[in-house]
């Protein structure tokens, strides 16, 4: 199902091989057909096949009969409103799915004239591309802009005038840890419990789960002052982006972060800037990379060489990047926003369509 795109009705990376060699359970198919994804059916996986091919039995192969184009069904399975209905339709709870027994019995598909549906998907089609092409370009124009944003940091950062300190040597190093999950009266309290999954965001002052202060007074969970830094040394986001984050009410954390408490001669926001510019660097030569977890090699961050400029000129070079990214910012916000009208637009044309308004205007 991973070679479906979800929402958009493309084929992405698949492989050729032997259809004897494949040992698991499989359903063979033929050009033409739509393929369904019944698994978890929020994911909108559909495809019109170009080939004959066999898949996973998560896909069910659909050939239409002949008053039924293959396209127009393949926008119609798409449509929020039978998405919404399959939802409602499924079972199994850990794997989700939609039987045929429902797509057979239970869904009714508004069937005009071939010519009608014809002149549908043409409409959609011509919509479809342009819209998908405003989308690419805006996600080109972030693209870019985060592309610049990496530029100006690792510039900024060459100045080999300053002194350069190990990272060991103006930090105090905590590791995080996970109190018990068996007992209840660690986990019903206020104080947030950071985890990889909350490190999306510049500043942290909240997360999904919170512990309590017992938890802190009698397990080796630590409480982190204000204005730290917190880094994620083991999580699969390694393989692409190393998260940063500066708490602004004091923390607790789990042992996939290392956090960072600077000496007085080390602004924070500097401290995670210089992080933020050795990126690429970090995840390109000092991460180790397994299956599906990846880990930061442990002896790394002591040793990382930082620039450490006098406290003045760390507050100057804040201020320029505090700067240069609230501008960025403002406009990645604008150019997703833009991005999401879009994609309820794709959403909205689907819907008239099988209403019969995109035809009729």
Known sequence: MENIESHTGRLIDFSETEWWKIKSNKVEFRKWMVLYGKLRPYLNKVLVVEFDGIATTEILPIECGKDLLNTYLSYFLRTPS????????ISGARMPRVSPKFLKEEVFIPLPPLPIQSRIVARLDSAFANIDEQISLLRTSIADMESVGKSVLEEVFQNT????????????????WTPSKDNKAFWNGNIP???PKDMKRHKLDSATDYVSETAVA???????PINSLLC???SGILVHSFPVAINTIPVTFNQDIRALIPWKNLNIEYL??????KEREIITQWIKKWPTVHSLISWYLDNLQIP???LPRQLEIVAHLDQVFSQTSILKTDYESQIRDLETLKQSLLEEAFSGRLVLE
């Open 82 to 89: 039978f998405i919404a209905l399959a939802n409602w339709n």
């Open 161 to 176: 005038e300053y002194d350069i300190k190990k990272l060991g040597e103006i930090v105090t190093s905590l590791s995080g």
């Open 193 to 195: 419990w950071i985890s």
């Open 218 to 224: 009698s397990s080796a969970t630590k409480l982190l």
């Open 232 to 234: 994620v040394t083991r």
């Open 272 to 277: 995670y800037y210089v992080l933020k510019a």
């Open 308 to 310: 450490l400029p006098p």
